[in-house]
């Protein structure tokens, strides 16, 4: 497995903007996909959007339009740009990576900490 840590989240006003990263290492060679889940109180985790190596990408609907993901294979990261927040987008956030491309938590191999993003209305 690798080792995913993340940074970026934070409190901010709806409407506004974050920028979440996720840094990998360790056996990075079996990241093909890498992407964000979240989960908010009470809910189950669920898939906010992931990217493969060659940057084919796919979103979750609620997230589609305002969300962006990408990713620098050189660096080993992975980069969730939120904009238009909502206070619906308040969640943990984790990063996820795995040997395959995935939308559900049953494809992911490695997690990361989670990181808290609080959007205010």
């Known amino acids: 497995q690798a080792h995913l840590v993340e940074s970026g989240g934070g409190l901010v006003q709806a409407g506004g903007s974050l920028r979440l990263s996720c840094a990998a290492s360790g056996r990075t060679f079996s990241l093909y996909g890498m992407g964000w889940f979240r989960q908010a109180p009470g809910k189950e985790r669920e898939f906010v959007a992931a990217v493969g190596w060659s940057r084919d990408t796919y979103y979750a609907d609620s997230v589609k339009g305002r969300f962006t993901i990408s990713r620098d294979n050189a660096k080993n990261t992975v980069y969730l740009q939120m904009d238009s927040l909502k206070p619906e987008d308040t969640a943990v956030y984790y990063c996820?990576?795995?040997?395959?491309?995935?939308?559900?938590?049953?494809?992911?191999?490695?997690w990361g900490q989670g990181t808290q993003v609080t959007v205010s209305s």
């Open positions: 996820a990576g795995s040997r395959i491309l995935f939308t559900t938590v049953t494809g992911v191999d490695s």
